[in-house]
């Protein structure tokens, strides 16, 4: 069994990639493994100020959702970040996240599988491209952590397309086999 943390980054509850998010997150389970969905948009995020304090002490000093947070990381098996594409790059709700997880690199972390579900209106797959350099950007300051899978949901401008198509079984499958 592994621990799963799956997180969603739309402001839109219940849009494409949070649909996507939800089946690779079934599929997880189904496989037995623990998993805890966040959805960022519930945390009250503020932005991160760069003042480093995090490098020196195990939280944030900002009072919001994050704090809570940051030990269920490190303890994870399994990282999966799901967003909306805009303008051919992860939303700033998930690059928000993403730097507020700036506390874990001094950690000793057992997260080594990263997954990205990346939704867009697009109906090029190099749309996401931009989203996939961000993630791996991030991955790549932890040693030892690799990009596991990525599934592009192109084709999906109305805040329900996803449903009725190939991409939430392809998530579903994704995550049961993590």
């Not at 805890?36 to 960022?40: D, E, G, K, S």
């Not at 195990?58 to 809570?68: I, S």
């Given at each position: 069994?592994?621990?799963v943390?799956?997180?969603?980054?739309?402001?839109?509850?219940?849009?494409?990639?949070?649909?996507?998010?939800?089946?690779f997150?079934?599929?997880?389970?189904?496989?037995?493994?623990?998993v805890?969905?966040?959805?960022?948009r519930?945390?009250?995020?503020?932005?991160?100020?760069?003042?480093?304090?995090?490098?020196?002490h195990?939280?944030?000093?900002?009072?919001?959702?994050?704090?809570?947070l940051y030990?269920?990381?490190?303890?994870?098996?399994?990282l999966?970040?799901?967003t909306?594409?805009?303008?051919?790059?992860?939303?700033?709700?998930?690059?928000?996240?993403?730097?507020?997880?700036?506390?874990?690199?001094?950690?000793?972390?057992?997260?080594?599988e990263?997954?990205?579900?990346?939704?867009?209106?697009?109906?090029?797959?190099?749309?996401?491209?931009?989203?996939?350099?961000?993630?791996?950007?991030?991955?790549?300051?932890?040693?030892?952590?690799?990009?596991?899978?990525?599934?592009?949901?192109?084709?999906?401008?109305?805040?329900?397309?996803?449903?009725?198509?190939?991409?939430?079984?392809?998530?579903?499958?994704?995550?049961?086999?993590?």
């Open positions: 069994m592994k621990k943390i799956v997180v969603t980054s739309s402001p839109r509850k219940n849009g494409n990639s949070e649909t996507l998010a939800n089946s997150a079934e599929g997880a389970k189904a496989a037995g493994n623990e805890l969905q966040v959805a960022v519930d945390l009250g995020l503020q932005f991160c100020t760069g003042c480093m304090f995090c490098q020196s195990d939280r944030c000093v900002l009072g919001d959702g994050m704090n809570a030990s269920k990381f490190e303890n994870a098996d399994v999966v970040f799901a909306p594409v805009y303008y051919y790059a992860v939303s700033g709700q998930l690059k928000t996240f993403l730097d507020r997880l700036n506390p874990l690199y001094p950690r000793k972390n057992k997260f080594k990263v997954y990205l579900i990346a939704t867009a209106a697009e109906d090029e797959k190099s749309a996401m491209d931009g989203s996939v350099t961000d993630i791996q950007g991030w991955i790549d300051c932890f040693e030892g952590v690799s990009l596991k899978g990525v599934l592009r949901g192109t084709g999906l401008s109305e805040k329900t397309d996803a449903v009725g198509t190939s991409f939430p079984a392809e998530a579903y499958e994704m995550g049961k086999n993590v």
